[in-house]
T-cell receptor
């Protein structure tokens, strides 16, 4: 059971470049989400999805795009990278329908924009 | 909007001693969940303990226990017999059962250092 898998683990981008952070889960979870972690700010929600074809914005969505074509995958796209998007990104998933359901996190993706 | 506040950016404790990490939150809801997550240097997010607001009994997981004060909106984490492996960032988080948007709201974290 792989859980939540994020790729790549490390990436350096130049300002203006685009890229996609991949997230896949093998637990058949309906709920998937992306967070970013910045020093002194905890984790903040970027986008989330409650099932294939359904996505919505979180707290800090600007500059990011998502889609959910399958239950397993939830990629995060940076359209035109900016230094302010330098951060650690976490993908997370859980079953839907219960706030007590365990949320499983990926190992994080370190992104540096220069 | 729900907010979670961790007022202690850093804490330290002697090995084998007990330490308490503080967390307060703001919500108008009556049913929700609270969590403590541990993040070691590897950055992996590890669930330490969870508490349902409707349960009066404080949750316990081995050396980890919480003091949940619903009226005061306080949710502190007590670590007993601290071990070197407990050194990490600890995040308090809130989750409201809003079907379709069960997002976690995190505090800013407390960095715990264990002194040998």
């Amino acid at each position: 059971n792989a859980g939540v898998t994020q790729t790549p683990k490390f990436q350096v981008l130049k300002t203006g470049q685009s890229m996609t952070l991949q997230c896949a889960q093998d637990m058949n979870h309906e709920y998937m989400s992306w967070y970013r972690q910045d020093p002194g700010m905890g984790l903040r929600l970027i986008h989330y999805s409650v099932g294939a074809g359904i996505t919505d914005q979180g707290e800090v969505p600007n500059g990011y795009n998502v889609s959910r074509s399958t239950t397993e995958d939830f990629p995060l796209r940076l359209l035109s990278a900016a230094p302010s998007q330098t951060s650690v990104y976490f993908c997370a998933s859980s079953r839907l329908g219960g706030a007590g359901n365990t949320i499983y996190f990926g190992e994080g993706s370190w992104l540096t924009v220069v | 909007a729900q907010t979670v506040t961790q007022s202690q950016p850093e804490m330290s404790v002697q090995e084998a001693e007990t330490v308490t990490l503080s967390c307060t939150y703001d919500t108008s809801e009556s049913d929700y969940y609270l969590f403590w997550y541990k993040q070691p240097p590897s950055r992996q997010m590890i669930l330490v303990i969870r508490q349902e607001a409707y349960k009066q009994q404080n949750a316990t997981e081995n050396r980890f226990s919480v003091n949940f004060q619903k009226a005061a909106k306080s949710f502190s984490l007590k670590i007993s017999d601290s071990q070197l492996g407990d050194a990490a960032m600890y995040f308090c988080a809130y989750r409201f059962p809003n079907f379709g948007n069960e997002k976690l709201t995190f505090g800013t974290g407390t960095r715990l250092t264990i002194i040998p």
